[in-house]
């Protein structure tokens, strides 16, 4: 049996998706239709938001991020590095903690210095490091939603660029974008009061959330009707 720990790091949760999901991901999704998935749950996550349901918002973030996770495999991109050289403790573009952009924005994005003693052992550290550098009572949950979605877009527009154009120099920027995305996915579960490990250590405590199997067995059709 396959789960998710309460203390689970960012790279053990990447390998628990691989586990579970990898096989059919390998057989049946390729690149568009994972990024299909990852967009139509994270959309209603936001139908959560905007219902004011925290349960709706928790399941469809979820399971839009477990999508996410499961296209990062098949692109072999290690997002716990990815994010961690995107955020070592300082904001990606003004590089202080917190964050200082609303005061005074900087024209170029500031480099950062990497202090690998700072960084985040827990995807919940990593919760927590986020919550310091964007504090949530600096935006409400819409602003988060919305940029969520806005960073979707970016991740979604650079993977569409990158296979069109067969560019290993754009692939840096799918992984960058992915930084960006993973982020926003924390700050908004941050602002709608939710813990990301510990709700993952809930709904991933036995294989598949769904069919409880690993690699999991749900059919196409399971999938896609899929109630949240
Ligand atoms: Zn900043
Ligand atoms: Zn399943």
Redesign the pocket.
């Given at each position: 049996m396959a789960s998710i720990k309460r203390n689970t790091t960012i790279a053990e949760c990447q390998k628990f998706v691989k586990e579970i999901y990898g096989l059919n991901n390998d057989r049946y999704f390729n690149t568009e239709d994972m990024l299909t998935q990852i967009q139509r749950f994270a959309m209603r996550g936001l139908k959560g938001i905007r219902k004011k349901d925290k349960e709706k918002i928790n399941i469809n973030l979820s399971v839009s991020f477990s999508w996410f996770m499961s296209l990062l495999n098949q692109l072999h991109i290690d997002i716990d590095e990815e994010v961690w050289q995107r955020f070592p403790y300082l904001c990606s573009y003004c590089a202080t903690f917190p964050c200082s952009c609303a005061k005074k924005h900087p024209l170029k994005r500031k480099k950062t210095f990497v202090d690998e003693n700072k960084r985040p052992k827990t995807l919940e550290g990593f919760q927590n490091m986020f919550k310091g550098l964007y504090p949530p009572e600096r935006r409400t949950i819409e602003d988060a939603g919305i940029h969520l979605a806005e960073e979707l877009g970016e991740f979604s527009e650079t993977i569409l660029f990158y296979r069109g154009m067969h560019n290993d120099k754009i692939f840096k920027d799918v992984a960058l974008e992915a930084a960006d995305l993973f982020s926003c996915y924390l700050t908004t579960l941050e602002s709608a009061g939710i813990n990301m490990a510990e709700e993952f250590s809930k709904i991933f405590k036995n294989n598949?959330n769904?069919?409880k199997?690993a690699p999991?067995?749900?059919s196409f059709k399971e999938i896609t009707n899929f109630k949240s």
């Open positions: 598949c769904v069919c199997k999991c067995e749900c």
